[in-house]
T-cell receptor, first 113, second 113 residues
């Protein structure tokens, strides 16, 4: 069964450094998402992406965050200058079309030191 | 703003029994309601989706109901097994355009042999 793939599984970065989280969505999917989950808390929406542009973003997704689909297969989340509070699990998800469910990757655990 | 409530306490049941998990929401009803399973350190795995105009959905040992009057969804696992032990998340979609998911905190289910 097709799945969403995320790399790396764990990223450790110094505060203030840039980090790029990578995702390969399911190949025929059209809608792409990033969510995050701080340890012990609920999964929170960050951003949705469709037709090569951001369709919706949350308050968390400030100017330090950006997303890109550089080619036909990858979907990336960049944090320009990381803060301690960015430490969390980051999940990528994709969806085929309307009223189809989102499918999630296993996440990247981001640890900011 | 919309609120989603799931039992924060773990649900402990004996193998073979039916587990029933609750998801309550406030304000207006979502277009879709989805249930996911999450194991420690893993991403959410899609289980079932139910639409606003549907009362019940089934898949193998799983059943979900959606009552827009009570503003509640119930998720049932019949003939539960220890392998069903996990955290179960409900996620709601209000915006049918780009369909960001709004998650509850999840309920941890423990099935004892």
């Amino acid at each position: 069964e097709p799945e969403v793939t995320q790399t790396p599984s764990h990223q450790v970065t110094q505060m203030g450094q840039e980090v790029i989280l990578r995702c390969v969505p399911i190949s025929n999917h059209l809608y792409f998402y990033w969510y995050r989950q701080i340890l012990g808390q609920k999964v929170e929406f960050l951003v949705s992406f469709y037709n090569n542009e951001i369709s919706e973003k949350s308050e968390i997704f400030d100017d330090q965050f950006s997303v890109e689909r550089p080619d036909g297969s990858n979907f990336t989340l960049k944090i320009r200058s990381t803060k301690l509070e960015d430490s969390a699990m980051y999940f990528c998800a994709s969806r085929a079309m309307s009223d189809q469910p989102q499918h999630f990757g296993d996440g990247t655990r981001l640890s900011i030191l | 703003s919309q609120k989603i409530e799931q039992n924060s306490e773990a649900l402990n049941i004996q193998e073979g029994k039916t587990a029933t998990l609750t998801c309550n929401y406030t304000n207006y009803s979502p277009a879709y309601l989805q249930w996911y399973r999450q194991d420690p350190g893993r991403g959410p795995v899609f289980l079932l989706l139910i639409r606003e105009n549907e009362k019940e959905k089934r898949k193998e040992r799983l059943k979900v109901t959606f009552d827009t009057t009570l503003k509640q969804s119930l998720f049932h696992i019949t003939a539960s097994q220890p392998a069903d032990s996990a955290t179960y998340l409900c996620a709601l979609v209000w915006n049918t355009g780009f369909q960001k998911l709004v998650f509850g905190t999840g309920t941890r289910l423990l099935v004892s042999p």
